[in-house]
């Protein structure tokens, strides 16, 4: 990587140009444009998944169940759960970010399977119409986690349509896991050893692993759960000589490994933005890397935590807690060389690195409280309360959904070419901050007290924390409703960028225009450095406390 960078060539074409109609985005193979697909998509789940939640925490608001029947109450909080965990956290990092960056940094063309790319992006459409099909149709009232006999033998809800939903998207991110893998074996530039690679790529590489082992795992559960509420095969009922818990057992095999399909890509983003805002190169290369592998191999073998009431044997479960705390060191290892590497850095303080401060506290809060359920009294106490519904928050939105907003600012400017409004995403960053703190921290308290998860009412001397929750939820609806805004805005009326306009290091940066061509390169570009080298630029010294200023007054 060469300390160049590509002069803006406005009136070349690139790949927004290179063609409007809808059929170039439709059957479109280029990555970086599909990125652009999963966007949307994600998107429009993510504020339909936002308007279940807003009608519960009304719900929620006062004590007796007013506003739905508990009914129509279990319904609402199933399809928040479905929508959000299924159809915007996984793929939100590693489909959008992800397709767009991946082969820009390794500095390829496109993945290795540009078509099966698209592909992915149907299959994930198949898969979410059967899950809006089934919210037209009625709902569903299992909770996003399908427990037998339940599901299988009493519910009447759509339960068979959101299966088979779920299964198709399954193979949606299989697929994208499987492209992933292999652009990263095959499709390196000349010079990019694993070693030099962003970690970035480190973190779609661990999170293509448990996308291919994990999901093949939680499609078949569910198929089998379909199956058995048609056929009455008898795999969990009881009554047909099932097993119910040997659905939880295969529903968490996959599930808690999910979590991590969710956070390592987020962790991927931290480590890039964290570098380029601390003008510092990362701290422990070689130790992230490689608790990328860590998490790999632990996320695989703590799923009994989720079971510990379940009915299995305190050895089992003394077992299971055990390895828990161990998956906390790779989280820890991980926090602790972000700190260093913005111990002594030249911080700035622009949007993304908010939000990396964001996660910093918040996924924090989320992880040391995922101890705190590991530690089998505890647990016992507090399951199914509202302190779970709190912890899963606090690392799902507080840390995942916050390094999203990281990366998408961040890399915004590479993607449009434009540069989003500065100081309304502060504001708007303060209002996500707060309205989160404000919504989930009183469910802590809410839990240890007590309240339990998935009812509709609750006794009076809970409302006021519920009342706090709602108006936390509230702020930060309005948060990311202006999150939404001013990034639309941007597209037509933003300030137009050059290549590299926070000046960080990378082949996305140093070597492509902003938008890239539909080439991604102009040639492929040789490596012969190490990653986040940011002592050997020359621009180091004349880093500007708050570069988006800067930005602004070029433009
Ligand atoms: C890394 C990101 C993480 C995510 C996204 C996550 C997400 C979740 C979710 C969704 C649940 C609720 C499941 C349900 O509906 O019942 C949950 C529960 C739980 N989590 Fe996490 N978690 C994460 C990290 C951790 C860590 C690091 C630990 C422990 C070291 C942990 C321990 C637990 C335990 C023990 C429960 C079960 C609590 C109960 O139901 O009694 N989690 N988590
Ligand atoms: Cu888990």
Request: net charge neutral; with cysteine.
């Amino acid at each position: 990587m060469s300390v160049t960078t590509v002069p803006q060539q406005q009136e070349q074409e690139n790949y927004l140009t290179a063609g409007y109609s809808l059929q170039s985005w439709f059957l479109t193979y280029d990555h970086k444009r599909i990125a652009w697909l999963y966007l949307a998509s994600i998107t429009a789940m993510f504020f339909i998944g936002g308007i279940f939640a807003a009608l519960m925490r009304l719900e929620l608001m006062t004590p007796a169940s007013d506003l739905f029947e508990p009914d129509n109450y279990n319904k609402l909080f199933t399809m928040h759960g479905i929508v959000m965990v299924f159809f915007f956290i996984i793929p939100a990092v590693p489909a959008v970010l992800g397709n767009f960056l991946l082969p820009l940094m390794l500095g390829a063309k496109d993945v290795a399977f540009p078509k099966l790319n698209l592909l992915s992006w149907y299959v994930y459409i198949a898969g979410a119409t059967f899950t809006i099909y089934t919210i037209v149709a009625g709902g569903v009232d299992t909770g996003w986690t399908f427990y037998t006999p339940y599901s299988t033998s009493s519910s009447q809800t759509h339960v068979v349509p959101v299966v088979l939903g779920l299964f198709i998207t399954g193979f949606s991110s299989i697929l994208t896991g499987l492209n992933f893998m292999v652009t990263i074996h095959r499709m390196r530039a000349p010079g990019l050893t694993w070693f030099r690679l962003p970690l970035m790529v480190w973190s779609l590489y661990a999170t293509s692993i448990i996308q291919i082992l994990g999901t093949p795992v939680i499609a078949v559960t569910l198929m089998m759960a379909g199956l058995e509420k048609i056929f009455k095969l008898g795999i969990f009922d009881p009554a047909l000589g099932g097993d119910p818990v040997l659905f939880q057992h295969l529903f968490w095999f996959y599930s808690h490994p999910a979590v991590y399909i969710m956070i390592v890509p987020g962790m991927g983003v931290i480590n890039e933005v964290v570098t380029c805002f601390s003008r510092r190169s990362i701290f422990g290369y070689r130790a992230i890397a490689f608790a990328n592998v860590g998490f790999v191999i632990f996320s695989f073998v703590v799923w009994g935590h989720h079971m510990i009431v379940a009915g299995q044997s305190v050895y089992s479960a003394l077992i299971f807690s055990i390895l828990s705390y161990l998956v906390g060191i790779f989280s820890a290892i991980k926090v602790f060389n972000w700190t260093a590497t913005m111990y002594k850095g030249s911080i700035s303080y622009d949007t993304p690195m908010l939000y990396v401060f964001g996660f910093q506290g918040l996924f924090l809060i989320g992880g040391l409280t995922g101890l705190f359920l590991s530690a089998l009294g505890f647990d016992v106490h507090v399951h199914d309360t509202y302190f779970v519904v709190a912890h899963f928050h606090y690392v799902m939105v507080g840390g995942l959904v916050m390094a999203f907003m990281a990366g998408i600012h961040f890399w915004w400017p590479k993607m449009t070419g434009k540069m989003y409004p500065e100081s309304i995403a502060k504001f708007a960053m303060i209002l996500v901050f707060s309205g989160f703190n404000l919504t989930f921290f009183p469910q802590f308290v809410l839990g240890y007290l007590g309240m339990p998860r998935r009812y509709a009412s609750y006794t009076d001397e809970f409302q006021l924390l519920n009342i706090m929750s709602t108006a936390g939820g509230s702020v930060l609806g309005l948060g990311f409703t202006l999150g939404v805004v001013y990034m639309v805005w941007s597209l037509f009326y933003g300030k137009a960028v050059n290549s590299n306009p926070w000046k960080a290091t990378g082949l996305e940066w140093e070597k492509a225009s902003s938008p890239p061509i539909v080439e991604n390169f102009h040639e492929t570009p040789i490596v012969t450095e190490d990653p986040y080298n940011y002592a050997n630029r020359d621009f180091i010294k004349d880093f500007p406390q708050e570069l988006s200023k800067e930005v602004n007054a070029r433009a």
